[in-house]
């Protein structure tokens, strides 16, 4: 052979125990890895097919919806961005993307290669928008699509969406919702507010593996898709397909890809831990959680990114980095002294604050108060050596 076995693959796997409280993922229940250690099974063995259909049921309970076109595609949170916008995007479409942070800016990006004339509604880092500002946008632009996120994980913004369904369909524009930091750790109704396209992370408040993402689309966004003068330009993506390989239209189910058996198990098992708790529990939960948090880091004498309460994310927190303090230092020390994982900012809010993740299996009052204590120290730590790198 030319190129000999790695040398380094005859070493043991070294994967050490660590506590995530940055923004995803979030550390795994005990009860989904013990399924994820499940044997393999075929992509279309009935046992695994019986697994996606429980899936959907569960997706349709989070997302709080009864639409037909429900399922889980298999890539991560970012690749429920792509399908949707991928599905319902025809070049020469009109899309207006809200943008307060960096997810909005990748949207801002994929729709734009979908060959979308695409205008952008803006507000600074750390706020959000209010339903008049959506509505003169929509009036002015005239877009076939609007897209916002609920939980910016950037910035740690929480987006309200009661009433936006409505008035997007007052002007006949379709609403798609990015929940991959949000869905379990604020309330989220699909049908109830007229949402047309939404997606989420599994390895969020969910607690499963990055890998596998929730997605769903209401009648109108299916009927849109089904409409299409041309086929969506990503055949992977392609819902009317994607559609049938999870059963969702009432025709015999076919062959897509090979999806990961072991993906589903840890899907399966963290909807069902949401479901038995209750999505409102779950909600509640994570709110008592950020309270708790917030408190803490106020007492610490540190500030938060998200001035207004209302507009805090609870699921991310972003505390702005002290004056003369490098944040490395800080995350590194978290790190190297306790497994301890608190983020830096990303996109825009790089390097000027810290993000601190409650979500899932770490939502607790034991992990906040630890997560506190670590800060803190981590930030005396950066004081007291000014010119310290780990």
């Known amino acids: 052979m030319d190129v000999p076995p790695p040398e380094v693959l005859s070493l043991p796997m070294v994967v050490p125990s660590k506590t995530l409280m940055g923004p995803g993922p979030s550390n795994c229940p005990p009860s989904v890895l013990q399924a994820l250690s499940l044997p393999v099974l075929g992509h279309l063995h009935p046992e695994c097919t019986k697994i996606m259909d429980d899936i959907k049921a569960g997706i349709q309970y989070v997302f709080q919806t009864k639409n037909e076109l429900t399922l889980a595609v298999s890539a991560s949170g970012h690749a429920g961005m792509e ?24 949207a801002n990006i994929m729709a734009s290669r979908y060959g979308a004339t695409v205008h952008r509604l803006e507000a600074a880092l750390g706020t959000n928008f209010t339903l008049t500002e959506f509505e003169d946008a929509i009036r002015l632009h005239k877009p076939a699509l609007l897209f916002v996120v609920q939980g910016e994980s950037s910035t740690g913004v929480y987006q309200p969406l009661e009433g936006l369904g409505l008035i997007c ?12 930091a949000s ?50 330009k990503v055949y992977y993506w392609d819902m009317t397909i994607l559609g049938d390989y999870w059963s969702c239209f ?36 994570h709110k008592m959680c950020a309270q708790r948090l917030h408190k803490g880091l ?5 500030q938060m990114l998200v001035a207004k309460e209302s507009a805090r994310l609870p699921t ?10 490098d944040w490395t230092v800080v995350t590194g020390y978290a790190m190297k002294h306790y497994f301890l994982e608190i983020s830096g900012g ?23 108060d630890f997560v506190l204590k670590v800060l803190e120290e981590g930030i005396n730590y950066a004081r007291e050596n000014r010119s310290a790198k780990l």
């Open 316 to 325: 991310v927190t972003a505390v702005k980095v002290p004056e003369n303090i």
């Open 298 to 302: 106020q007492a610490m004498g540190l």
């Open 183 to 232: 869905l379990g750790g604020v309330p989220f109704y699909a049908d109830r507010w007229e949402v047309d396209a939404v997606y989420t992370g599994s390895q969020k408040v969910l607690g499963a593996p990055p890998g596998i993402t929730p997605i769903s689309f209401s009648s109108r966004a299916q009927e849109k898709i089904l409409a299409r003068k041309t086929p969506p």
């Open 346 to 368: 990303l996109g825009p809010t790089a390097n000027k604050i810290f993000r601190i993740g409650i979500m899932g299996y770490n939502a607790t009052n034991d992990n906040v």
């Open 169 to 180: 369909h007052k002007y006949n524009c379709l609403l798609v919702v990015d929940t991959v």
């Open 83 to 106: 399908a949707v916008l991928c599905n319902l995007i025809e070049p020469g479409d009109k899309v207006l993307i809200a943008v307060n942070g960096i997810w909005g800016e990748r």
């Open 250 to 285: 009432g025709r015999p189910r076919v062959y897509h890809h090979t999806i990961s058996s072991t993906l589903l198990y840890g899907l399966r098992e963290g909807l069902s831990l949401v479901g038995k708790e209750g999505i409102e529990n779950v909600i509640n939960r």
